[in-house]
């Protein structure tokens, strides 16, 4: 799909023109509203559609009118939404050339065009014999600089989606350290060797029981003077089985999306060096695969992470945390300013909050103010959860320093503080996007699975 910007889109040729209406007013097409609002009485509600043949009295074979709902009522996320709706609609009529011709908005909205245009236009098809039908070209008259800025950041979430989704034989370990070397960063692999010398007891233990070997990737990206250094964590566990504490099949069915903060990472990676911002970012995923092999780790297992500190194995379930662990303390060891993890760590949020916000927590207040309205600013939604130090007391360990799971009420928060024992001296912020990562059914912009969640959010944080 291509989009071309131009100045006027009401005299280009296509299939489609796309007009918008507010609820109760007119539109800018002057066929539209002579059929549309005065003969059919098309009222603009958020999401609905009136389809109008222009019969050659215009250079678009059609007409699509796209209610944008009360005026007092839109937003910038209503915007995308129904962008994404009328692309969709334009797709399931075979069109090739669509033509946008939006009126009356009071923002910017070349950045959530792209957006609801981008997310449209994804779907996954790589292994159907028969592939989507898709848009070949867009037309619109928008503030270009800002768009193609935004498409730059929708083709790094295409490659997060495309690797969440992914069947686990296909997206393992090793592929995700060859992708990280694609991009022609500073990269480092460490190989299962590398991390027995670094100590990483807790990371390695949770890859044991797997064929796949652990791949701990390291890519950076430097800039002259930097801003501010950051270090990015993705949870990369390419397949959760639960380990010996095996999962029931209907949770472990969509398990290959547990590297979905892993592929977050690596689709903000994959455009860092375009998207050039005055930061230097570390991306750090110590994938591995959970499996239940015979040289599995086990529940009572004592493991001993990169700092030292001791875990009682209570789940093999909890592996996420325990290859954070060893991933944040090698990230507070880089002289970075601030940490952010990102992983599909537990269910208990994805209890809290569903599929439609994902959780935050973090040891420094306004870093994770920021880190939310630098989410909201773009279309996602994060929700700060406690920490608590009463969540803590069930993590209490009777033969280690602590162990891997604690109660599962507040579940996710207790994830939260484990985590914190291997943050050192920097400030950090963990997104769980349990719920929000992978979509078991068709949500707002988001078609059933990969989501691409925390790509557009990390990216906005990053660059402001
Ligand atoms: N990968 C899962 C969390 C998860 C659940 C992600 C549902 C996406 C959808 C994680 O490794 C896990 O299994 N967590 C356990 C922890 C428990 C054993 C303390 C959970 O949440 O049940
Ligand atoms: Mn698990
Ligand atoms: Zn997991």
Request: glycine fraction near 8%; hydrophobic fraction near 40%.
């Amino acid at each position: 799909m291509k989009i071309n910007v131009v100045a006027d889109v009401k005299n280009t040729e296509c299939d489609i023109l796309i007009v918008n209406q507010f609820e109760g007013e007119k539109t800018t097409e002057e066929l539209a509203n002579k059929y549309a609002v005065e003969e059919d009485k098309f009222e603009g509600k958020f999401g609905q559609t009136y389809l109008l043949p222009t019969y050659g009295k215009q250079p678009a074979r059609k007409i699509l009118v796209v209610g944008f709902g009360k005026k007092s009522e839109f937003n910038s996320d209503k915007f995308r939404i129904a962008t994404y709706k009328a692309v969709k609609k334009a797709m399931q009529m075979k069109a090739k050339k669509v033509a946008f011709d939006f009126s009356a908005l009071e923002f910017n909205w070349a950045e959530q065009f792209a957006y609801g245009v981008y997310f449209a236009d994804y779907s996954f098809d790589k292994y159907k014999t028969k592939k989507d039908d898709k848009i070949e070209e867009v037309f619109v008259n928008c503030d270009e600089s800002l768009l193609r800025r935004s498409e730059i950041i929708m083709e790094g979430m295409k490659l997060t989606r495309d690797l969440a989704n992914e069947p686990a034989a296909f997206a393992t370990p090793t592929k995700l350290a060859e992708v990280a070397q694609s991009f022609g960063l500073d990269t480092k692999i460490y190989e299962k060797e590398d991390c027995e010398k670094m100590g990483m007891g807790a990371y390695l233990a949770v890859g044991q029981g797997s064929s796949q070997p652990h791949k701990f990737i390291h890519m950076k990206h430097s800039c002259p003077n930097p801003r501010k250094k950051i270090a990015l964590i993705g949870k990369g566990i390419t397949f959760d089985s639960g380990g010996l504490d095996i999962k029931p099949p209907s949770s472990m069915l969509t398990m290959r999306d547990d590297m979905s903060g892993a592929a977050c990472v690596l689709g903000i990676m994959s455009k860092i060096k375009e998207l050039a911002p005055d930061v230097e970012v570390h991306g750090i995923i110590a994938a591995c695969e959970n499996m239940p092999g015979c040289s599995a780790y086990k529940p009572g297992d004592i493991l001993t992470a990169k700092n030292g500190k001791t875990i009682e194995v209570d789940n093999t379930d909890a592996e996420g945390r325990l290859t954070l662990a060893d991933a944040l303390c090698y990230a507070s060891e880089l002289g970075v300013d601030e940490v952010i993890d990102i992983a599909t760590l537990t269910g208990a949020c994805m209890v809290a909050l569903g599929n439609v916000a994902a959780g935050i927590v973090g040891n420094d207040c306004e870093m994770v103010q920021n880190v939310i309205s630098a989410a909201k600013e773009v279309g996602e939604r994060y929700w700060e959860l406690p920490m608590y130090e009463e969540y803590k007391e069930s993590l209490k360990s009777e033969v280690a320093d602590m162990q891997n799971t604690g109660s599962r009420w507040g579940g996710a928060s207790t994830a939260g503080l484990f985590l914190k024992e291997f943050v050192k001296d920097v400030k950090w912020s963990h997104i769980d996007i349990a719920g929000v990562a992978f979509m078991d059914k068709p949500m707002n912009e988001f078609i059933k699975g990969a989501s691409g969640a925390g790509v557009r959010a990390l990216i906005n944080y990053i660059s402001k």
